[in-house]
């Protein structure tokens, strides 16, 4: 901790970079990049309740940026977040009770997290666009 | 500072209130407790989306103020943001060391949570009394 005196240098352990990129290691980096890009996002949800709760015109503006090219993008990228962090989540959830840590296992649970992201991202969207009609 | 064996508290007395006080794993428990409890609700986050995707605002008023609706995602707002807290503060624990920025970080991340909550919270009961 800064502040407290220390007496001497104490060993440290090895920084992140010393350590080859694996597909494991850059999973947990994006689980915590979607967890804080989704933590902004609760503002997104924040204003569209407001939004809603507030009358017709208020909610015709959200409607507007959601409907712009910027609000669609990110949009999009809160789905892939949302759906990508609970993906990650359940992975996550799979390893807490001690399952899921060997070399095959491993690997194809970060798989399947990725590509489960961004197929039912991919889904919800091609949906949701069939629905709205555009 | 008395001289060494001179202490006139008991050895409890002295390591009382530094060690455990059975409450160390309660944040990590309290995040996977959200996260389990965010998987379902964030299903039905989507689904209730998806269902007012295109409608008028009289339409979606309806929709997200009818009680069920309204209760998932209050579930979901309060589940979800108190996950988040959770998450934001352990984040802020790794990488801000210095005692003021953290304190800082720590106060601003609780004060966010608090008002997206309540911020949500009202507006999905006013959309459920109609106020």
């Not at chain 1, 669609?72 to 399952?99: K, P, S």
């Not at chain 1, 970060?110 to 969207?125: N, P, V």
């Not at chain 2, 997200?64 to 589940?79: E, H, K, Y």
Request: charged share 10%; proline share 4%; glycine share 10%.
């Amino acid at each position: 901790m800064t502040g407290s005196p220390i007496p001497r240098p104490r060993p440290l352990s090895p920084h992140l970079q010393i350590y080859r990129l694996t597909l494991t290691m850059t999973m947990s980096i994006v689980h915590r990049i979607t967890g804080m890009g989704l933590y902004l996002g609760a503002l997104l949800v924040a204003w569209w309740l407001i939004a809603a709760s507030s009358g017709p015109n208020a909610y015709a503006v959200v409607e507007g940026f959601f409907g712009s090219i910027i609000g669609r993008l990110v949009l999009f990228g809160y789905t892939w977040a949302l759906i990508h962090h609970m993906l990650g989540g359940i992975r996550h959830l799979v390893w807490d009770t001690g399952h899921g840590f060997g070399a095959n296992e491993r690997e194809w649970l970060t798989r399947a997290t990725i590509l489960g992201s961004i197929f039912l991202t991919i889904l919800l969207w091609t949906g949701g666009l069939l629905m709205v009609g555009r | 500072m008395k001289p060494e064996g001179f202490d006139i508290r008991t050895p409890m007395g002295r390591v009382r209130g530094l060690g455990s006080a059975r409450s160390g794993t309660q944040h990590f428990w309290q995040e996977r407790l959200t996260a389990v409890a965010a998987i379902p609700l964030t299903i039905a986050f989507i689904v209730i989306v998806a269902s007012v995707l295109g409608r008028n605002h009289a339409a979606v008023v309806q929709i997200l103020g009818s009680p069920t609706v309204a209760i998932l995602l209050l579930l979901f707002i309060v589940n979800s943001i108190y996950h988040m807290w959770l998450g934001m503060q352990v984040i802020i624990e790794d990488y801000v060391h210095h005692d003021v920025s953290k304190l800082a970080c720590l106060m601003t991340n609780t004060f966010f949570c608090a008002a997206a909550a309540l911020a949500s919270v009202y507006a999905i009961l006013k959309l459920s009394f109609g106020v």
